[in-house]
């Protein structure tokens, strides 16, 4: 049993931390908009991005112009 090391817990509990209170205390003060998806938690950019490609789709299917802006604040 010559090199035992311990087991510790600090770095599992600042993790936590963070996540469960700074997070979530920065969110609220922040007001993240419903539409911002990066970065948030069970969602990513990619549901953004399957957004516009269903609306460009459904365009196409019913013969109709689409037209987006995409604004970077």
Request: glycine share 6%.
């Amino acid at each position: 049993m010559g090199n035992c090391r311990g087991i510790f817990l600090t770095n599992i509990v600042s993790k936590v931390w963070e996540r469960r209170i700074i997070l979530n205390e920065m969110h609220k003060r922040l007001k993240v908009d419903i539409h911002q998806n990066g970065g948030q938690n069970r969602r990513g950019t990619m549901d953004n991005l399957m957004a516009i490609l269903t609306m460009q789709d459904q365009a196409k299917k019913e013969k109709r112009k689409l037209a987006m802006i995409f604004k970077d604040t």
